[in-house]
């Protein structure tokens, strides 16, 4: 079992960057392929990015491919969302999730372990 916390979230204006993190608490981390997904109010949850236990395959959602780059470290037990070129519209909870002996989902109901969620708002 692994218990997860994201940090990182804030109020960023529109064409700047944040870094979200997301530590891995217990657990031994290089089993879980990682994730991040994000959720607007009345929306559903969808995909952002996701990488396999050894950050060597990444998959990114087309919203945001080019402008968010997903890195692991496993010896900290630590993934990381880079966010650049923010826009208006990428204001969510982001959430990060595990999925254990996983490759790197874009289906969230394959994610066994779910953090809490932070807050991105990106003002116009």
């Known amino acids: 079992q692994v218990q997860l916390v994201e940090s990182g979230g804030g109020l960023v204006q529109a064409g700047g960057s944040l870094r979200l993190s997301c530590a891995a608490v217990?657990?031994?981390?290089?089993?879980?392929?990682m994730g991040w997904f994000r959720q607007a109010p009345g929306k559903e949850r969808e995909f952002v990015a996701a990488?396999?236990?050894?950050?060597?395959?990444?998959v990114y959602a087309d919203a945001v491919k080019g402008r968010f780059t997903l890195s692991r470290d496993n010896s900290k037990s630590t993934v990381y969302l880079q966010m650049s070129s923010l826009k208006p519209e990428d204001t969510c909870v982001y959430f990060c999730?595990?999925?254990?002996w996983g490759s790197g989902s874009r289906n969230p109901s394959e994610y066994d372990y779910w953090g809490q969620g932070t807050q991105v708002t990106v003002s116009s």
């Open positions: 999730a595990a999925d254990l």
């Open positions: 990488l396999n236990w050894s950050g060597s395959n990444i």
């Open positions: 217990e657990g031994t981390f290089n089993k879980y392929a």
